[in-house]
Structure formats: C-alpha cells, structure tokens
C-alpha cells in the first residue's frame, strides 16, 4: 500500500524487562528492532506500543520502546489503580496516551476501579481507556460505563460476531474500534468492518497486533489490504491513519 499507516495496536517485547506468566504462557521475544523488520515496506509510519497481560505492570519497557520507536509512537499502558499522580505524569512526558484494561485475559481493575482510573487519567493528562474484551461479555452495566466515558476503543473487533450487537451499541455512543487480531478473532471482519462504518466512519482504527501472541495465525501483510478493499476508497486514509492520529494525538 502507499498509503500511509498508523499501527494502533502492537507489542513490544523485550527480555531485558520483566515478563510474568499468563495462563502458563510467556511470550518469545519481540524487540524494537523484530518490529522494524518485520513492518519494513508496510508503509507504518506511526503507532501505539500496547501493553500486555504477560507484562503485569512493569513500564521500563514501554518507556524504553518509545525513546527508540520516537515521537510518532505512543504508549497505551496497564496501571494499578493506586498509581500516583507524579508516576502518571512521568508515564505522559514518556509518550503514554492511553490505560488498558484487559478483561479478556484478567488482571483488570474491577468496574468501580476501572471507572475511577479511566476518568482520573483522562482528568490529568487526557488518556483514554482501551479494552481487551470479548464483547459478548459486555452486559448492561459494563456497557453504559464504558459508554460514559470521556473516550474509549474496544480491541480486536471485539473478538466475536455474537458480540457485535454490544459493540454497535458502544460505537453508537462514541467508542472507538481497532480492525486487528484478524488471527484471534471469530467473525467475518468485512461484515463488521462495513457495519461499523455505517454508524460511524470515525470509529475504526486499523493494527498489527504484532507480533500476534496466542493468535490462532500471526498478522499477515495482506491484512491491510483486506480491509482496504472492504472500505469505499474515500474511507482509507481515515482508516489507516487519520482517525487514529486524532484519537492518540489531539484527543
């Protein structure tokens, strides 16, 4: 593609920083340097280092994968919801945009605590709140937080079609979705891809999910130009950049 692209969802992964079983789980490594090999000719000019289940809340190597990736990279990180103020603001000088909560793989905050974090960041420092979810999990009280809130993007389409009801719901209400994990997801990505377009073009985000952990299948090149052919032509820089520059940059 020459399109250029803003990778919304990757993951770095650096052995010279703590690494904490998931489910019995530890990742291989995936350095900065893994990345640029593996993206180089993609076209990525930009994206969002996310923090994973298998990273607990150790921010050294968040910190230190986005004084490599430089300025056009941001940080989306896992906190305590007993962070300080200071450590938050340190977090934010280093390139941190945005707190996730990782529901599908545990370890989250609770839903008073999600909530409390999820405004007190965005209050400080204006982050928004990222969930990993399967989105047929989402009931009514879950929802309508997620819904309140300042701003917010839902991982991986939501992970499965019989979600897609509550996923329309929180994109009808603002929340933002990444079109990734193509390799992890159970669904036809077109289908939800053209159903969220249709209630709003400036939702979707578009990801590696690098370098694809747990995946059934890692992401593959074509990926991109999967959903590059499922949008109108008008709708690709939106998708492939512009929409996720002003959620991670301007929001």
Do not use: C
Request: glycine content about 8%; cysteine-free; hydrophobic content about 40%.
């Amino acid at each position: 593609m020459t399109q250029p692209i803003f990778d919304a969802h990757l993951h770095i992964i650096d052995p010279a920083y703590p690494r904490v079983e998931n489910d019995g789980y530890l990742p291989d490594p995936f350095t900065v340097a893994d990345y640029r090999t593996r993206i180089d000719g993609l076209g990525i000019d930009g994206g969002a280092v996310v923090s994973g289940s298998f990273q607990g809340f150790d921010q050294g190597y968040l910190i230190e994968a986005l004084k490599s990736l430089g300025p056009r990279y941001v940080g989306v990180t896992q906190i305590p919801a007993d962070t300080t103020d200071h450590e938050i603001s340190d977090l934010h000088d280093a390139g941190v945009r945005a707190v996730r909560f990782n529901v599908a793989r545990g370890g989250s905050a609770g839903l008073d605590d999600m909530d409390r974090l999820a405004r007190r960041v965005h209050d400080m420092s204006g982050w928004h709140a990222e969930f990993y979810i399967d989105a047929r999990t989402i009931d009514d009280d879950l929802s309508a937080r997620i819904a309140r809130l300042p701003a917010a993007s839902v991982d991986h389409l939501g992970m499965h079609e019989d979600g897609l009801p509550n996923l329309l719901r929180l994109v009808e209400q603002g929340v933002r979705v990444k079109a990734t994990g193509f390799g992890r997801i159970h669904m036809d990505p077109a289908t939800v891809i053209r159903a969220i377009m249709d209630i709003d073009p400036t939702a979707l985000m578009v990801g590696t999910d690098l370098p694809s952990t747990r995946a059934r299948r890692p992401f593959q090149d074509d990926d991109f130009e999967y959903i590059a052919q499922v949008l109108d032509p008008s709708q690709v820089a939106d998708v492939f950049w512009n929409n996720a520059a002003a959620f991670y940059f301007e929001s």
